[in-house]
C-alpha cells in the first residue's frame, strides 16, 4: 500500500444471512481512499453505501475480503480493539443528530473525552476549539432545543472532531436539512478535508451535495459502478 492511503478496501464481501434468506449487500468490493480526501459514496437506496461505511469503520464485520484503516487490518481487531480504534483515530456523524437534550452544546461535544478519560478541563478546552471550527463556539452553552437543524449538525461535526480523527464517516449528514443548511454544513466537511487534511466520507442521495467532495463513488447492486471527480474540481 501506498503511504497516503488511509483506507484500502479489498474484494470486500458482506452478506446478511436471516436464515431464510440471503442479501449480499457488497459483492466483491475495490476501494481506497487517499489521506485528507473527501470522498462521497452514491447510488440508488438499497445499493450498499450506508453498509460500505459501517464495513470501513469496523461498525460491522464483513464476510469476506479485507479492509485496512491506517494500514491496519480491522477484521483482525477485536470488538475492543475496534471500539478504541473508532473512539482514538475516528469521527461519526449521522442524519440524526443525536444531541442530548440535557446538556449544553460544550457538553455534547466534550462527552466521548469525558467517557474516554479525559480530564474535564482539558476536555472543555477541546470542545471549545472544535465548536469555534465549525463557528459555534458562541452557542457552546445552548442546549439542542434552541439551536436550528443546521446549528444541531454543527454542534455534531465537533463532536465528530473533538478528538482530533484522521477519518470523519458521514451518513447522509444533510438528510435532516433544507438546502442552505446542507450546503453550509457540507462546505464545512470541505474546509476541513482542506486545511486540517482529514479524510472524510460522506454517503449521500443527494447530488448536489455529493458533488461538493473531491471524488463521487457511484455504487450499484453492492459493487463501484464508476468513479468521477465533479465537474467544480
Not at 38 to 57: A, R
Not at 58 to 65: A, E, P, V, W
Request: glycine share 8%; hydrophobic share 40%.
Amino acid at each position: 500500500m501506498t503511504e497516503n492511503v488511509v483506507i484500502d478496501a479489498k474484494e470486500v464481501v458482506k452478506v446478511y444471512d436471516t436464515g431464510a434468506v440471503k442479501v449480499e449487500a457488497l459483492r466483491g468490493l475495490n476501494l481506497s481512499v487517499a489521506e485528507g480526501e473527501m470522498v462521497s459514496i452514491m447510488g440508488p437506496s438499497g445499493c450498499g453505501k450506508t453498509t460500505l461505511l459501517n464495513c470501513l469503520s469496523g461498525l460491522d464485520d464483513i464476510t469476506s475480503g479485507k479492509v485496512f484503516v491506517e494500514s491496519k487490518d480491522i477484521s483482525k481487531m477485536s470488538d475492543n480493539e475496534k471500539t478504541d480504534h473508532r473512539a482514538q483515530r475516528m469521527g461519526f456523524i449521522f442524519q440524526a443528530f443525536n444531541l442530548l437534550p440535557v446538556l449544553t452544546a460544550a457538553e455534547n461535544v466534550e462527552l466521548p473525552l469525558i467517557v474516554g478519560g479525559t480530564g474535564q478541563k482539558e476536555a472543555r478546552a477541546k470542545a471549545i476549539e472544535a465548536l469555534r471550527l465549525v463557528d459555534m463556539e458562541n452557542w457552546m452553552d445552548h442546549k439542542p432545543s434552541e439551536l436550528s437543524g443546521g446549528q444541531q449538525q454543527r454542534v455534531t461535526i465537533a463532536r465528530s472532531l473533538v478528538n482530533d480523527p484522521a477519518i470523519i464517516w458521514a451518513d447522509e449528514p444533510t438528510g435532516n436539512l433544507d438546502t442552505e443548511n446542507s450546503k453550509q454544513v457540507m462546505e464545512i466537511l470541505c474546509r476541513l478535508s482542506r486545511e486540517k487534511k482529514k479524510t472524510i466520507l460522506v454517503v449521500t442521495h443527494d447530488s448536489t451535495i455529493g458533488n461538493m467532495a473531491n471524488r463521487v463513488i457511484m455504487m450499484r447492486n453492492g459493487i463501484v459502478e464508476k468513479t468521477y471527480t465533479p465537474a467544480v474540481h
